[in-house]
């Protein structure tokens, strides 16, 4: 930055050099497989659903506790005492509360949030589970493809000979052997080779440019080339 630019801009405890390097990713990012919007939507209600189950159980010692210690002495409080144990371990174990007939009126109610948070809960983790079984093969596909294309087998090759010899061979033999830990590994390069600047082994392409002190937008630095 020149003197003139820091005038300009207030700032004196940097100083860039004249010149800069630009790099970007070797691989478009279109070719990393997405979730589709009904798994993400599904991810999100079951996120939701954790925070409902998290917010209940935060709820406990006021609802139920509470609705306990309230109890008149006697029998009654015994048996809510038994209850609020129950309840307890079911928390715990993240099961649902059962015997809520026999629990104070201000506890029934905890118990109703309860079994409906953790039944919506196991059902949005359910529709997850299934939609990205579904997808998870659709983008096992992906990867294959793109890992039959030259310029990805070169990538890896430089990075990992192994990997290629091991896993790529298998692919392109169309034996449908990979192991998942396999496949994973394979999405990682995907993804290091179309979301990563490497430094090293196999990089995007490269570009070089300079500043201009004379020229810049805004009082900042321009580019010259």
């Known amino acids: 930055m020149t003197q003139e630019a820091q005038s300009a801009t207030g700032t004196a405890h940097w100083w860039p050099v004249s010149r800069f390097l630009i790099r970007s990713a070797g691989f478009p990012g279109e070719l990393i497989p ?5 798994l ?3 991810i999100r ?7 409902e189950v998290e917010w209940v159980i935060g709820d406990f010692d006021a609802s139920v506790a509470d609705a306990v210690g309230e109890a008149e002495p006697g029998p009654a409080r015994k048996q809510s005492a038994r209850i609020l144990y129950r309840w307890r371990r079911a928390v715990l174990a993240q099961r649902p509360a059962r015997h809520i007939d026999e629990a104070p009126e201000r506890a029934r109610e905890w118990a109703g949030r309860w079994n409906s948070a953790i039944e919506e809960r196991e059902q949005a983790a359910d529709m997850v589970a299934r939609l990205a079984a579904m997808e998870s093969e659709l983008a096992t596909a ?4 793109t890992a039959r294309d030259e310029r990805f087998l070169a990538a890896v090759a430089t990075s990992n000979p192994g990997l290629y010899e091991q896993v790529l061979t298998a692919v392109l033999a169309d034996r449908g052997d990979m192991a998942p830990r396999q496949v994973r590994t394979l999405y990682a390069y995907l993804q290091r080779l179309c979301a990563k600047n490497e430094s090293t082994s ?3 392409p490269v570009d070089y440019g300079a500043w201009n002190a004379t020229t810049r937008p805004a009082g900042g630095p321009g580019i010259d080339r």
């Open 142 to 145: 992906s990867v294959r493809a």
């Open 40 to 42: 993400t939507d599904a």
């Open 34 to 38: 997405e979730p589709s919007a009904q």
């Open 202 to 204: 196999f990089f995007g």
């Open 45 to 51: 209600e079951w996120q939701n659903a954790e925070t």
